[in-house]
């Protein structure tokens, strides 16, 4: 009874590993990596640089924070959907640099991840934000 349970058991193993090995193979979880003189301006432009930058860097670390939020502020500024200026003043030793943000279109107009941010970021019917109110 013993050995058979055993071989059952090492049967049932062997099966799920066999069928482990050929889900990750159709995923191409077990191809070779791509070598440094393959990667070429043509490769980065169809594997990294079709992507948003957030969501490379977010690949990346495998997680959303300060960076990817800032590469996202900067796409949006760069697309004139969000304007930008930092003003500083005068503090008792140094300088306070205040960044601050406006709305330059709708919300309407942002993708899901990019509206969540602006929600987060700017108070409801405000178009105008900055790091002191945030």
């Given at each position: ?72 502020l900067?796409?949006?500024?760069q ?5 930008s200026?930092?003003k ?14 406006t ?32």
């Amino acid at each position: 009874m013993r050995s058979a349970l055993a071989a059952a058991f090492l049967a049932m193993l062997v099966a799920m590993l066999y069928r482990l090995n050929k889900n990750e193979s159709e995923l191409g979880r077990f191809a070779a990596l791509t070598g440094e003189g393959e990667i070429t301006r043509k490769w980065l432009e169809q594997h990294v640089f079709s992507y948003l930058p957030e969501v490379a860097g977010a690949a990346w670390d495998n997680t959303t924070s300060g960076p990817e939020v800032a590469a996202t502020l900067a796409r949006l500024v760069q697309e004139k959907k969000l304007s930008s200026e930092v003003k500083s003043t005068k503090v008792l030793l140094g300088e306070d640099h205040i960044l601050h943000l406006t709305l330059n279109v709708d919300r309407r107009e942002f993708t899901q991840h990019e509206r969540t941010l602006i929600d987060v970021l700017f108070e409801p019917n405000s178009i105008h934000t900055d790091t002191d109110s945030v």
